[in-house]
């Protein structure tokens, strides 16, 4: 089985801007949950998304955005990026129903 | 709520000697726990897991941890460590009907040859 894929796996963008990040899970995983990783903060959860839907949500502003599609595929976006969101954006994919997730390579964004 | 927290963020060991990494957690329902192991820009690898059941889970790469409810905590063993076992290791915890995983700040495991 092919694991968890993350589209792209580096992206640089400016303060101000927005950006879209992509993931696509196991096949046969409905959850989709993105983590944030930086040195100072560490691995902080941003959201999951069951069957299209967010079920849960971590504490980030407004700016920090997700869905997810049919085919569970889910997308993350940041919009008027600041210095602070640099970071590894990872994705995880799980059966759903509490069992472990299992993580994409991440994508490395920096905000110049 | 849920919380961990990993006793040293830095451990050094000789190559062949045992590895010991702590994690602690704090949950209000039964907790899952997990180990994951991350290597320099990789996404997290899950080398093993606590849900129900036996309390001495084997992983992958001769990892194995012992789930201790009394002393609430989740500490992941090798016998004999490798130098490819040189990375950073993250504890988690989830539980309930919340599907989340909380980490703990992750220890960075040198293996000296």
């Known amino acids: 089985k092919a694991g968890v894929t993350q589209t792209p796996r580096y992206l640089i963008k400016t303060r101000g801007q927005q950006v879209t990040l992509s993931c696509s899970p196991i096949?046969?995983?409905?959850?989709v949950s993105w983590y944030q990783q930086t040195p100072g903060q560490g691995l902080q959860f941003l959201f999951e998304?069951?069957?299209?839907?967010?079920?849960n949500k971590g504490n980030f502003p407004g700016r920090f955005s997700g869905r997810q599609f049919s085919n569970s595929r889910s997308e993350m976006n940041v919009s008027t990026l600041e210095l602070g969101d640099s970071a590894l954006y990872l994705c995880?994919?799980?059966?759903?129903?509490?069992?472990?997730?299992?993580f994409g390579p991440g994508t490395r964004l920096t905000v110049t | 709520a849920q919380s961990v927290t990993q006793l040293g963020s830095h451990v050094s060991v000789s190559e062949g000697a045992l590895v010991l990494l702590r994690c602690n957690y704090s949950?209000?329902?039964?907790?899952?726990l997990f180990w994951y192991v991350q290597y320099p820009n990789q996404g997290l690898q899950l080398l093993l897991k606590?849900?129900?059941?036996?309390?001495l889970v084997k992983g992958i790469n001769g990892f194995e941890a012992e789930f201790k409810k009394s002393e609430t905590s989740f500490h992941l063993t090798k016998p004999s460590a490798h130098m490819s076992d040189a990375a950073e290791y993250f504890c988690?915890?989830?539980?309930?009907?919340?599907?989340?995983?909380?980490f703990g700040k992750g220890t960075l495991l040198t293996v000296n040859p």
């Open positions: 995880a994919s799980s059966l759903g129903e509490g069992g472990e997730q299992y």
């Open positions: 096949s046969g995983h409905r959850s």
């Open positions: 998304y069951f069957s299209e839907t967010q079920r």
């Open positions: 949950s209000s329902v039964p907790p899952y």
């Open positions: 606590y849900t129900t059941g036996a309390t």
């Open positions: 988690a915890v989830s539980g309930g009907s919340n599907y989340k995983l909380t």
